[in-house]
């Protein structure tokens, strides 16, 4: 049973992400990590038991707001595998375990973001055009910090309907001086493929990443299976921008189903309306992620898990 008082805090940040107050897939991360670290912190527990019931229910209630949040997922269970391995020792010393944990993630994506920005902005040559889908604030890091090395680029991005996420993208690249143009969402793939008319020349294309699969298949922003698809019949590279943290490691992240009402509020009774939130980009369409360890094809990513991050393939 969740006590309302103790978790109050936490309430609202779920509603915020269940609403896309909060949105993208490390800021949902790194704000259930914060909350939760910051209640540990300032809350007083009368035992052990009290302390991890709190842990469990609070990181359920995150996890339970967003279905396809690996990333999340992780770090969570990062927290709660460290107070199970634990258990024996004093109360303040599991609120610090907790609180250490929380700390970790949050470091880990502040210096993942800077390193992958870093490593990504080497692939954008001067004259190319770039184009990417939705809202990524790590592909929008990585066309920053291009644009702070001086070289001279083209985007085009997309609207993104029906909650239009892709308009922060083109107002955040137009006010750091980026070239940007936004197109329609029925625009995306003739955009990109160049087979029958080549209206654009898109050189590249940066997608962020919602999940990662440990096949290799990416699931994002509905879309971009379509951009995808089209990039790889035009021979277009393909590039994610995601962490390691944001492998789904055992397979149990499905595509969210968003309320009909978002595309049409007053439907006609009875008319069923298919909400898809996100999609897959299977591995075939991916020329490779670009993760804090540098850029990794997709079928070289369990073997790298495996290696920089042995606990998450932990069951």
């Known amino acids: 049973m969740f006590d309302q008082k103790k978790l109050e805090k936490i309430l609202i940040v779920t509603k915020d992400i269940k609403d896309i107050k909060i949105q993208g897939a490390t800021n949902i991360a790194k704000e259930a990590f914060k909350i939760i670290k ?4 300032n809350q007083s527990f009368s035992s052990k038991e009290e302390l991890e019931k709190f842990l469990r229910e609070s990181s359920e209630l995150l996890i339970n707001a967003r279905e396809t949040e690996p990333m999340l997922f992780n770090g969570m269970k990062y927290a ?3 107070f199970q391995k634990n258990k024996e020792k004093s109360l303040e010393e599991l609120k610090k375990i907790i609180i250490d944990s929380f700390d970790f993630f949050l470091n880990l994506i502040k210096q993942e973001k800077i390193q992958r920005a870093e490593i990504g902005s080497e692939l954008v040559k001067d004259w190319m055009t770039i184009f990417t889908h939705c809202h990524s604030s790590s592909v929008v890091e990585l066309l920053l910090k291009a644009k702070e090395k001086e070289k001279k680029f083209i985007v085009y991005n997309s609207e993104t309907r029906p909650l239009f996420q892709g308009r922060k993208t083109s107002a955040e690249l137009v006010s750091w001086g980026i070239d940007t143009t936004m197109v329609a969402d029925w625009a995306w793939a003739y955009l990109i493929n160049n087979s029958v008319e080549k209206h654009v020349n898109i050189n590249m294309i940066f997608l962020g990443a919602d999940a990662i699969k440990l096949n290799g298949d990416v699931m994002n922003k509905v879309g971009s299976f379509a951009i995808g698809l ?7 590279p393909v590039y994610i921008v995601g ?3 944001k492998i789904d490691t055992v397979d149990t992240v499905d595509i969210e189903m968003r309320d009909s009402k978002e595309i049409r509020p007053e439907a006609p ?3 069923k ?5 996100f999609d897959t980009i299977p591995a ?4 490779g992620i670009i993760t804090e360890f540098g850029v990794i094809k997709p079928s070289d990513l369990k073997k790298t898990l495996e290696e920089k991050y042995p606990r998450m393939t932990d069951k």
């Open 38 to 41: 910051s209640e540990t912190e």
């Open 230 to 236: 089209s990039a790889f019949h035009s021979h277009i």
């Open 273 to 277: 309306i298919a909400n898809y939130a």
């Open 80 to 82: 709660r595998f460290s």
């Open 243 to 245: 962490s390691l943290a």
């Open 284 to 287: 075939e369409f991916i020329t």
């Open 269 to 271: 009774a009875w008319l």
